[in-house]
């Protein structure tokens, strides 16, 4: 059964990337809402490129997910927050390569700054499943 519909109206032009518009889920039973996820890895580091702290994020969101029993067709929305300055191609290309052909809601969203001074980006996700 298909939870997730996307929406795209003809109405309006098509989305900008690898992303819909909206994304109606139906029926649904159980949501995940996830604080921003940060590049940190288990161990403590941070990449200190973009693309690194990109790979990071999507990681750690893969590991919020399992633990959730999700997988990354259940997210619906994605809301990533990048510093000023930094280079938007790794992490639209990270996002891609870890949804592959599923769409989701997606906003991206540059920064001046985030909480601590060594993080370039940090993603928050909407997930539901029935």
Same mark, same amino acid.
């Given at each position: 059964?298909?939870?997730?519909?996307?929406?795209? !109206?003809?109405?309006?032009?098509? !989305?900008?990337? &690898?992303?819909?518009? @909206?994304?109606?889920?139906?029926? #649904?039973?159980?949501?995940?809402?996830? #604080?921003?996820? *940060?590049?940190?890895? !288990?161990?403590?580091?941070? !990449?200190?490129?973009? @693309?690194?702290?990109?790979?990071?994020?999507?990681? &750690?969101? @893969?590991?919020?997910? #399992?633990?959730?029993?999700?997988?990354?067709?259940?997210?619906?929305?994605?809301?990533?927050? *990048?510093?000023?300055?930094? #280079?938007?191609?790794?992490?639209?290309?990270?996002?891609?390569?870890?949804?592959?052909?599923?769409?989701? @809601?997606?906003?991206?969203?540059?920064?001046p700054e985030l909480a601590r001074p060594e993080w370039s980006m940090e993603i928050a996700i909407v997930a539901a499943t029935p």
């Open positions: 059964m298909t939870v997730h519909h996307r929406i795209s !109206p003809g109405g309006i032009a098509p !989305p900008a990337a &690898n992303y819909a518009h @909206a994304v109606l889920s139906e029926r #649904s039973g159980r949501w995940l809402h996830t #604080s921003g996820v *940060v590049p940190t890895r !288990p161990d403590g580091s941070v !990449p200190d490129d973009i @693309a690194g702290q990109a790979h990071a994020v999507w990681a &750690n969101i @893969a590991a919020i997910l #399992s633990e959730a029993d999700m997988v990354a067709d259940d997210i619906v929305s994605v809301t990533t927050y *990048v510093v000023v300055g930094a #280079s938007l191609g790794p992490v639209m290309a990270a996002r891609d390569a870890f949804l592959g052909e599923h769409r989701a @809601a997606s906003t991206l969203v540059t920064v």
